[in-house]
């Protein structure tokens, strides 16, 4: 069964769990380490003759045009992050709207194909703001990736489905699931991170601090079962930091973001490996009904 990998292009410095202590006007005083990992990536990538959907930032594709190129070059689907690494929640409708088309916009030009799939920077498309499909719909898009049915702090929508589905507008004008979007109402694809179901309990297993966190045989245990029980796909994400434990260390971090960031970085290669060899991954478009 193919399985989406996906990986989100963005810098050690801009997770949103440094954003209480990393300025994003100061951004482009910090070393990139972006080019350098996520070349690794593509390396590692093109070792287990793998492709994937990179979720590129804007702000790293307009500093780093060549790595998008090359992206696209090897055969991946370049989707969007967008462009400033801003929690949705934290924008204005008009931002929001403004920073997802200029991240599209660059891509497109430097890859040459249009960009079909957006993630919103840490998940972060909430029931607050379903808006955002409004305007993903208006800018191009045709599938999102941003969902992600758990409770946490900074993301999470629980009670939205586990695995792809169609998110439309109904006639009284709010955004539900699995409603079919005929009859002129808008619609489009849903593709959230993917979780696994214990005793009715959705459990946070395919990738990035997760990944990190559970150990890789726990984590092998439940994509298999959501292979093979479930019969269904799954999607992974990663990000190129996550796999360079010598970057820089942000001292003055809450404890709790020092903890999710850093955990096990020394790991992560190792673990990316050994998921490629125990499955089979392909880009979103790919392997999803899109």
């Given at each position: 069964?193919l ?9 050690y410095?801009?997770?949103s ?8 006007e100061?951004w ?32 790293v594709?307009?500093?780093k045009?060549?790595?998008v ?9 370049v ?10 929640c ?12 200029r991240s ?10 249009p960009?079909h ?6 998940y ?8 955002t ?6 800018a ?6 941003s ?6 702090d ?10 792809p589905?169609t998110?439309a507008?109904?006639?009284?004008g ?5 409603i ?14 993917t979780t ?9 297993i ?5 990944f990190?966190?559970f150990?890789?045989?726990f ?7 959501i292979n093979r ?16 434990p010598e970057?820089?260390?942000?001292s003055n ?32 478009k790919h392997?999803?009904?899109?």
């Amino acid at each position: 069964m193919l399985n989406a990998l996906t990986i989100d292009v963005e810098d050690y410095f801009q997770v949103s769990a440094f954003e209480g202590c990393v300025s994003r006007e100061c951004w482009d005083n910090y070393p990139l380490r972006v080019e350098r990992n996520t070349s690794r990536i593509l390396d590692i990538l093109d070792e287990f003759e793998v492709k994937a959907t990179f979720f590129v930032l804007g702000w790293v594709a307009e500093r780093k045009p060549a790595l998008v190129r090359e992206i696209a070059r090897r055969g991946h689907e370049v989707a969007s992050h967008g462009h400033g690494h801003q929690r949705v929640c934290n924008q204005t409708r008009k931002e929001f709207r403004e920073d997802i088309r200029r991240s599209k916009a660059v891509l497109e030009e430097l890859c040459g194909v249009p960009v079909h799939g957006y993630r919103a920077p840490s998940y972060s498309i909430s029931m607050k703001c379903l808006w955002t499909f409004d305007e993903l719909l208006d800018a191009g898009y045709s599938y999102d990736s941003s969902v992600f049915p758990i409770q946490h702090d900074l993301y999470g929508i629980p009670d939205w489905p586990r695995h792809p589905f169609t998110v439309a507008k109904s006639a009284d004008g709010k955004w539900r699931p699995g409603i079919n979007g005929g009859d002129g109402f808008p619609c489009m694809t849903e593709i959230p991170i993917t979780t696994l179901s214990i005793a009715g309990t959705s459990i946070p297993i395919a990738g990035g601090g997760y990944f990190r966190l559970f150990p890789y045989t726990f984590t092998k245990w439940g994509l298999k079962r959501i292979n093979r029980e479930e019969g269904r796909s799954f999607v992974f994400y990663l990000h190129p930091w996550e796999i360079d434990p010598e970057q820089p260390r942000m001292s003055n971090a809450p404890l709790k973001s020092h903890f999710r960031h850093y955990l096990n970085l020394l790991k992560t290669e190792g673990r990316l490996r050994r998921l490629l060899a125990d499955f089979r991954f392909a880009p979103v478009k790919h392997c999803m009904e899109i």
